[in-house]
């Protein structure tokens, strides 16, 4: 019988990638585990953003099965063909499963990944034995979207929707107000105006929480958002639009993809209603931060302001259907014991 080290050997004298099955070279689950365990355990990934992270994870991989390290890495389903796996990055007990169902021969390779960014176990499931943790079996929609090329201009739209427009009026004060409060008749800042305020914010840095903190550095923009707009108080439920009281959603981009959740700017799902005036998502206002995080600090350097109607002119939808979806699993609390 093959050890553990004879499997590794032969798989790196074969010359096969991690895209060449070879029945013949295929590593038992338990002895994957117990590799992958050996190789990995210990290997830290602190302060690198998700998708390097990602890479150097798979690319150790490699190195510990005897497989050569790609140039790039292919976007197959699973990610390993050549040992029929997924591998997932876990800080949190939610697994996430992007855009496929669970198969039931496929091997699911969990890493368990502490707060200071280093690798503390693996356990490897097959399907059958993860899909009963599924307790919904729904797979969970986000649209998304790209920034391309923008113009240094940062006013996209030069005007509001009609229904927008109607609704507008210049009294630019929004001290006594709510965020998350309806939007009123009159006390619609226009576009043009909500992009003076919102400009200012070019430039301005705040301290890097860590590359797995995209929340709370969400939460610190719409912070500053908030401010700039005359906001007394902070305030967010984590509804559509952020800030209601503009209809208003911000985005703060440290990556090219944007993550607009369950929402689609061009769906024309009715956002909000008062008598026979109705607001959709193509009335929404959009405020898009570009930034970078150098030294563990965050920097703002374009500030970006569409309408709903027209911001996929500007920010392309993902193809297709436009929709990535994700299985959700919550692991249970002793699933790494």
């Known amino acids: 019988m093959n050890t553990v080290s004879e499997r590794v050997r032969n798989i790196s004298e074969s010359g096969n990638s991690i895209y060449d099955y070879d029945i013949k070279l295929f590593i038992p689950t338990d002895e994957l585990e117990k590799i992958l365990n050996e190789g990995l355990v210990g290997m830290s990934i602190e302060g690198l953003p998700m998708r390097t992270r990602s ?18 890495f292919k976007k197959t389903q699973p990610r390993f063909p050549a040992q029929n796996f997924d591998k997932y ?14 198969e ?6 969990i890493i368990k990944v502490d707060q200071e960014g280093t690798l503390i176990k693996v356990r490897i499931l097959t399907g059958d034995q993860l899909a009963p943790l599924d307790k919904t079996g729904k797979l969970t929609s986000k649209y998304q979207a790209r920034m391309t090329e923008i113009p240094s201009n940062g006013l996209l739209s030069q005007q509001d929707t009609p229904q927008v427009t109607y609704w507008c009026g210049r009294l630019g004060d929004v001290k006594d107000a709510l965020p998350t409060e309806n939007p ?8 043009d105006e909500l992009y003076d305020k919102l400009v200012l ?16 550095r969400a939460a610190v923009f719409h912070s500053l958002v908030l401010e700039k707009i005359g906001y007394t108080y902070y305030c967010d439920d984590g509804s559509y639009p952020d800030i209601r009281h503009q209809l208003l959603e911000v985005k703060l981009q440290t990556s090219p993809t944007i993550d607009l959740g369950l929402h689609s700017p061009d769906e024309n799902e ?26 563990s600090t965050v920097t703002i350097n374009n500030l970006y302001l569409v309408t709903g109607e027209e911001f996929s002119k500007h920010f392309p939808l993902f193809g297709g259907k436009r929709v990535n979806t994700k299985l959700q699993i919550p692991l249970p609390k002793d699933f790494f014991d």
């Open 55 to 72: 890479k150097k994870v798979n690319e150790r991989i490699c190195e510990v099965l005897g497989y050569p390290v790609p140039a790039s």
């Open 89 to 102: 990055l876990q800080q949190s007990s939610n697994l996430q499963i992007w855009n496929q169902e669970i």
């Open 104 to 109: 039931g021969n496929r091997r699911y390779v």
């Open 184 to 191: 009123k008749k009159g006390n619609l800042m226009p576009i």
């Open 201 to 216: 914010i070019e430039g301005m840095s705040f301290e890097d929480l860590g590359a797995t903190q995209e929340r709370n």
């Open 270 to 295: 009715i956002v909000f209603q008062e008598d026979r005036d109705v607001f959709r998502s193509s009335d929404i206002r959009y405020a898009i931060a570009s930034g970078e995080t150098i030294d």
